[in-house]
């Protein structure tokens, strides 16, 4: 068993010893500055919190036992990462670093499932190196290790059932097909991508077990499949989930086909390629030709959301052989080894697709690793090239180079790009109820201004679950809101804020978080100290922030 | 061999009558109005034309005609493949990049021609690259082709990147302007991707066709030096013009590998899928173009010439604003029987409510001035899809300060 896992012409020590190297690059550009850098969404404090929540009460935030789906916003989140970060807070202490520490883990292990990959494509040792070195300097894969977003765990179980599956064709052990189903299942509950990656990926699994003529196998894996996803069928039908695909839904579609049938008048024509078939392909196909575009894997976006970072997917120094590895996978789409792996890629963006979006990194992560793949399977085709060591040597500087640059991209131009415009305000929030929680009696803010983050203010204060499920008042229809609780008091307007100070302030214990606008108004109608001031390090709308301590008119 | 160039001649006669009919028959009045650029055009060839003719595209549509049947030809030469040359004709009768091209004046058509006919000429000579780089000089001018220094190379890679992305070429097309752009539709038919891919495989694979493929290769990298050379102003259909010729190759080959090598069954299915993508995209230039684009094009400025002409006005007021309106007013200045006065902004009070024959037609953010609202108007002239562009100011309005 222990030979299955890894090739025994290509384990020497060369290839071992560069595998626990990069596995320790990849950890430690994974985990540096990670409490600071990308900075922390709302969703993760909300991930934070249901785990401290769970950890303390065994209940996540709205009260519910030990639930599979966590409420949370309204949205039902997959509870799988929500349980491992409790498990950190229960082992360590309740932090940015625990929360993102399972990521970093997925994130490094999959350096490992990519070599182990390689090995079962090519026993070229140079070119599983150059494979596994581009999984550890993976502009995505570091990108998504760094947040405790479920995508890398879910995507971590997916390519783990891929390889356990290839292993499985290679060797005929059918002990294997458990293993790779069942975590192929377990990500059934990590993230709602896998709710169209599983079904399609089993359907190929299915369809090569009934080549090879595995009928029971086949019959019990399906059975089991069935059983282990109902409690998800149920959740996506009966229990709430299916807002995540009501907030996606193309709105914009049905305008474009009025408008375009009005051109015609509504005619015979008309009616046959103007209307929601169509279109509904029209879209499916370029959002997924899309994912394998020149835009997306090799160009700079000047772009930044907390799924994109806007660097290009591929290295522009493997993009040849990325394009090649199409080729070369094709020629052997009759193996099934290389069937499962152009599956996998063409699978993969279907989720982004399918939620609407145009290329959604998140959504789509199951690909990460299939490039490498490519890549390394365009490079095979080179493989005498590869063999002088010269050659060799100055690709590897090559990539190094070029990761160098993404490494560098992130870490200094990115950083203060994502500091100045991802979740900006509510991390300051986060770090002035962390300093000021105790010391003062009321925290104000609008929710003009900043949403409603109870996440984050709950998990700076480690505020008590117990007390905020009973104190807690929600409006839900379907995503929740939740009214003004403990010390913290958040309204629409800024004129709202000063009226309930006018009324209630009794002391000077009263502190708010309040926008320069916010400022000017609050100036003329009371009385405040400035503690301190914020703003954007890359300011382009010119903001800026104030913590203020309200004081008595005299 | 004979045989074979019967049924070229054949396919080519009919290929002929074929698009004559798309073009002349069909799709003949579609853009319905002329563009400024015409006009531009037009005076630029000392072309002259009437207000209620579309004559003067016969020109451009003719030598879309040529260029497919010449294309058609050289695929024949050099690779005596008559399935090839036949797709090849239908490929470029239908690929929405030379078929919108062909549908208005535009110079870089002629560009295209005489590459074109250099390859039919040249193709066997080694240095066919540097005579057509060559034609470039002489479309310097016309073309206002320049060659770029550092800087602008590096702007420009980023365009190549773009023009070559799927997305573009088979999806959006052009997004930085409206106005070659058939809505919902890329430079290509959607289904020619899955074409291209076979296409450049095939060409990288099979020998038979290294000839052909070194053409098409050297057209690449001579349009990426086009793409380069022109302005950045220019329209990115016709900065990648030659980009897209050698693509629309490269999709033949592709045609024709699948339809050579699938069973009767695929071959009926990519041949229904074609056509479908034909009128999907060919339903949304006939009754979606005009109206999507009219910003675009002078629906307008006719419709305005058009009808004061009717309503015998003799004289009309207007401002730096309807500078477009003067244009065609100067261009078609046989078929206007008005007389057309610039005026100031300052002044409009006076002069359109002064007691004479002269009329003001004013552009809509200037009816505050006289203290109007467009729903105070009565004869406006649109665009093609309804947005009011010109209003005529009544004589008779009852003026109140």
Redesign the interface.
């Known amino acids: 068993m222990k030979h299955m896992f890894i090739n025994s012409k290509n384990t020497s020590n060369l290839l071992l010893l560069s595998l626990i190297l990069l596995v320790i690059v990849g950890f430690v550009i994974r985990s540096y500055q990670i409490e600071s850098h990308p900075p922390v969404d709302n969703d993760e404090f909300a991930i934070a919190y249901d785990a401290y929540s769970i950890t303390q009460t065994g209940k996540d935030q709205w009260g519910v036992k030990m639930p599979l789906f966590f409420k949370s916003f309204g949205d039902y989140k997959n509870g799988f990462d929500i349980y491992i970060t409790a498990l950190m807070y229960k082992l360590f202490e309740p932090n940015i670093f625990w929360l993102r520490f399972p990521s970093i883990i997925f994130g490094t292990l999959y350096i490992l499932l990519i070599f182990l990959l390689l090995s079962n494509i090519t026993i070229d040792k140079k070119l599983i190196i150059i494979g596994t070195l581009l999984m550890t300097l993976s502009p995505y894969g570091i990108f998504f290790s760094r947040t405790s977003s479920a995508s890398i765990s879910q995507s971590f179980f997916t390519i783990t059932s891929i390889l356990t599956f290839i292993y499985y064709l290679k060797s005929n052990h059918k002990k294997l097909i458990p293993i790779s189903v069942g975590s192929l299942l377990l990500s059934l509950y990590i993230y709602p991508s896998s709710l169209i990656v599983v079904p399609l990926l089993l359907s190929g699994y299915i369809f090569i077990l009934l080549k090879k003529h595995e009928y029971t196998i086949t019959i019990l894996l399906v059975v089991a499949a069935f059983i282990v996803a109902l409690p998800v069928i149920n959740q996506y039908l009966g229990g709430g989930s299916m807002i995540r695909f009501q907030n996606v839904a193309n709105i914009g579609m049905k305008l474009e086909i009025n408008e375009?049938r009005h051109?015609?008048q509504n005619d015979f024509?008309?009616k046959i390629?103007q209307n929601k078939i169509?279109y509904q392909s029209?879209y499916l196909?370029?959002n997924f030709?899309?994912h394998?575009?020149?835009?997306p894997l090799?160009?700079l976006r000047n772009h930044v959301d907390q799924h994109d970072n806007g660097f290009p997917q591929v290295l522009i120094i493997t993009f040849p052989f990325y394009i090649l590895g199409?080729?070369v996978l094709?020629k052997q789409i009759k193996n099934p080894t290389y069937l499962i792996i152009a599956l996998w890629i063409v699978i993969s963006p279907l989720p982004s697709i399918i939620a609407g979006s145009g290329f959604n990194g998140k959504r789509s992560l199951t690909f990460l690793g299939s490039d490498i793949v490519l890549i390394i399977l365009g490079l095979s085709y080179f493989h005498n090239i590869f063999q002088k060591k010269l050659v060799y040597f100055l690709y590897l500087i090559c990539i190094i180079i070029n990761s160098s640059i993404f490494v560098y991209w992130y870490f200094s131009p990115y950083k203060l790009l994502a500091e100045s415009h991802l979740y900006f305000k509510t991390n300051k929030l986060y770090q002035i109820v962390k300093q000021n929680y105790s010391k003062f009696n009321t925290i104000v803010y609008t929710t003009k201004n900043l949403g409603e983050p109870q996440n984050p203010v709950l998990f700076a204060c480690l505020f008590p679950p117990e007390k905020y499920i009973k104190i807690k008042v929600a409006k839900c229809s379907p995503w929740c809101r939740i009214q003004p609780f403990d010390k913290f008091i958040y309204m629409e307007n800024i004129e709202d804020i000063i009226k309930y100070i006018s009324l209630n302030i009794k002391d000077n214990k009263i502190i708010g978080f309040l926008s320069s606008d916010e400022i000017e108004i609050i100036k003329r109608k009371s009385c405040y100290e400035i503690l301190s001031t914020f703003q954007p390090k890359k300011n382009y709308l010119n903001e800026k922030f104030y913590l203020i301590q309200f004081e008595q008119c005299i | 061999m004979k045989k074979n160039i019967y049924r070229l001649i054949g396919a080519l006669l009919i290929g002929i009558v074929i698009n004559f009919l798309i073009k002349f028959v069909i799709f003949n009045s579609v853009p319905n109005s002329v563009s400024s650029e015409e006009i531009k055009n037009m005076q630029l060839l000392g072309l002259k034309t009437s207000l209620y003719s579309l004559s003067f595209r016969w020109l451009p549509k003719l030598l879309t005609i040529l260029i497919i049947l010449l294309s058609s030809l050289l695929t024949y030469v050099k690779t005596r493949k008559i399935l090839l040359s036949i797709i090849t004709l239908i490929i470029l009768s239908f690929s929405p990049w030379l078929f919108i091209l062909g549908q208005t004046l535009n110079l870089h058509l002629f560009l295209l021609t005489i590459i074109v006919l250099l390859l039919i000429s040249l193709c066997h000579k080694k240095y066919w690259i540097f005579i057509i780089s060559f034609i470039f000089i002489l479309f310097k001018q016309w073309l206002d082709l320049k060659l770029p220094n550092l800087q602008q190379i590096i702007d420009t890679w980023?365009l190549v990147?773009?023009l070559?992305?799927?997305?573009t070429l088979?999806?959006?097309g052009d997004s930085a302007s409206q106005y070659l752009k058939i809505?919902?539709t890329g430079y290509f038919l959607?289904f020619d991707?899955i074409p291209l891919?076979v296409g450049i495989?095939v060409l990288?694979k099979n020998q038979n066709n290294r000839s052909l493929g070194k053409i098409i290769s050297g057209l690449f990298i001579i349009g990426l030096c086009f793409l380069f050379i022109s302005q950045s102003s220019s329209l990115n259909i016709y900065r990648g013009i030659i980009i897209f010729y050698s693509v629309s190759l490269v999709i033949a080959v592709g045609y024709e590998y699948l339809l050579h090598n699938t069973s009767y069954l695929l071959k009926a299915l990519i041949a229904l899928i074609f056509v479908l993508n034909v009128?999907?995209t060919y339903?949304?230039f006939y009754?979606?173009f005009d109206?999507?684009n009219s910003f675009e094009w002078g629906y307008a400025e006719t419709n305005a010439i058009n009808q004061l002409n009717q309503k015998q006005i003799k004289c009309i007021n207007i401002t730096q604003e309807s500078g477009k309106l003067k244009q065609y007013v100067d261009f078609f200045n046989n078929d206007v029987n008005f007389k057309t006065n610039m005026i100031s902004n300052s002044k409009l009070d006076d002069i359109c409510y002064a007691k004479n024959n002269c009329y003001c037609l004013l552009r809509e953010q200037e009816l505050g001035l006289i203290g109007l609202q467009k729903e105070d108007i009565e004869t406006i002239f649109s665009h093609y899809e309804g947005l009011p562009i010109y209003f005529l100011i009544p004589k008779n309005e009852t003026h109140v300060y």
Do not use: G, Q
């Open positions: 375009f051109h015609s024509v008309s390629f169509v029209f196909l370029k030709i899309y394998f575009d020149l835009e090799i160009y199409f080729i094709f | 980023p990147v773009r070559l992305d799927f997305k088979f999806f959006t809505p919902k959607f991707l891919f495989y990288l009128f999907f339903e949304l009754y979606h109206k999507k």
